[in-house]
């Protein structure tokens, strides 16, 4: 009887220690944030096919101001009726998300 008891304690004991929960390490995440200088230019430098991909894309837009940057990425300040905003594009008339 005094082993059974004692065998029980043991097997109920060895189940606590399986019954640990672990916590995932902690991670930091870090984001870093890289300003990109562009040059103003006129708006008449503004490639064709970028112009046609505004015209494509927000037919009524306005473009007032034109910028680009070393890799050839165009900031174009434009306004839609009374909205205004900045759209990117590359050289060849893609959209560019920043």
Do not use: C, H, R
């Not at 097997?11 to 640990?20: M, N, P, R, V, Y």
């Not at 894309?57 to 070393?70: F, G, M």
């Amino acid at each position: 009887m005094k082993k059974l008891i004692v065998s029980a304690a043991f097997i109920l004991g060895s189940f606590s220690t399986f019954a640990q929960q672990s916590t995932p390490p902690k991670t930091e995440q870090t984001t870093q944030t890289v300003q990109e200088t562009y040059t103003e230019i006129k708006v008449e430098e503004v490639p064709e096919t970028v112009k046609k991909a505004l015209v494509k894309a927000y037919p009524t837009a306005v473009l007032n101001k034109a910028y680009i940057n070393e890799k050839k990425e165009y900031k174009l300040e434009i306004t839609v009726g009374e909205k205004a905003g900045a759209l990117y594009a590359d050289a060849t008339g893609n959209w560019i998300k920043k």
